[in-house]
């Protein structure tokens, strides 16, 4: 059983270019992403070894980006395979087939149809998709990995994939012969032995002492109701700090002690309440061990992928170990 990486959007917004070789260099020898022009950035990072899927597949006018990054595209309908065959003979695919989520992927009558073709697709791996998994006990996991093994006996000595982070937690009769994480891998998504693994410190640009009756921000939608101090911080709604979220949705940390975020979030700064700190420190914290992607999800009523994703090209990124 092989262990693959997803680096898609950018690696969940942490940077591909960084995240690919410190995994290639951790042993990942399977990369996927969801574009063939992720694939071909990803292919730069990260050298001619690795195999890199596009879930994706074959779209018009891809063909020359596949051959010349080396990519295998995830087929997902009977034209995507008849383009390939067409404009790619010879080299490797995988197909991805629906086993109930109906999002991608042949469905079973679809799959019928190409079965004359499979000997010169010769696939090397076939993905699917699991719609449920971080709920442990929907019944469609077990049925999607039922639908899985029906497929498995048309594909004889095909390698299978049906795991991502929350299929691959399910347990063995999820994993087939390859599993393929994303936002596990970034620190989304809560089990007992994660560790963090991004943090988000924000800065300080400016403290400043407000009366009781005097307003923060953007329309005065907060009012002080006694002596506050108030830290202006450089981060807003361009660098993924949804404006929804303003007027105390969601908590910068400063060590353990939580500051809310008041008043209207700015394009480009949130103003936050540190009436609580003795001193206020340089920087403060969105992302750490105290809040964790899930945790700020949570505040936001979205999903750590979508607050990874959201976050943007503003912030300095600083990779910690690997190579
Ligand atoms: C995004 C994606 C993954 C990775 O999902 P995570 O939940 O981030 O682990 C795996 N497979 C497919 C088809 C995907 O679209």
Redesign the pocket.
């Known amino acids: 059983m092989e262990t693959a990486a ?1 680096l ?1 959007a950018d690696a ?1 917004g942490l940077g591909a270019g960084a995240v690919g070789p410190a995994l290639a260099a951790a042993g990942v020898r399977s990369f ?1 992403v ?1 574009l063939a022009e992720e694939g071909v950035a990803l292919r730069e990072a990260v050298g001619p070894v690795p195999a890199i899927y596009v ?1 994706a597949g074959l779209m018009p006018g891809d063909a020359p980006l596949f051959e010349a990054a080396d990519l295998i595209p995830c087929l997902n309908s009977p034209g995507q395979a008849a383009d390939f065959l067409r404009e790619l003979p010879g080299r490797p695919c995988a197909l ?1 087939v629906d086993t109930g989520m109906n999002r ?1 992927g042949l469905e079973p009558a679809e799959f019928d149809a190409i079965a004359g073709d499979l000997a010169r697709l010769a696939p090397v791996l076939a ?1 699917s ?1 699991l719609a449920c ?1 971080d709920e442990p006990d929907h019944p469609m996991n077990a049925s999607q990995a039922a639908a899985m093994t029906d497929f498995a006996a048309r594909l004889p000595g095909v390698r299978l994939s049906l795991a ?3 299929g ?1 937690l399910l347990g063995a009769p999820f994993h087939f012969g390859l599993v ?5 891998l970034y620190g ?2 809560p089990f007992a032995a994660a560790s963090p693994v991004v943090s988000l410190s924000l800065p300080v640009v400016q403290v400043r002492d407000v009366a009781p009756g005097e307003a923060v921000g953007y329309s005065a939608t907060w009012t002080a109701a006694g002596p506050a101090r108030i830290a202006t911080v450089s981060a807003g709604y361009a660098d993924g700090l949804l404006r929804a979220l303003g007027n105390g949705g969601f908590d910068l940390l400063a060590g353990d002690v939580r500051c809310p975020v008041i008043g209207r979030v700015s394009m480009d700064l949130i103003t936050v309440d540190v009436t609580g700190l003795g001193s206020v420190p340089a920087m403060l914290d969105l992302l750490g061990p105290q809040q964790g992607v899930d945790d700020l999800a949570r505040s936001a009523g979205t999903i750590g ?1 979508e607050i990874l994703t959201s976050l943007g090209p503003r912030y300095e990124r600083v990779y910690k170990g690997g190579s």
Do not use: D
């Not at 393929?180 to 596990?184: A, H, I, L, N």
């Open positions: 997803v898609k969940y996927f969801a879930f991805q991608l993905i998709h998994s991502a982070t929350g691959t393929r994480p994303g936002v596990g989304g998504m992928y």
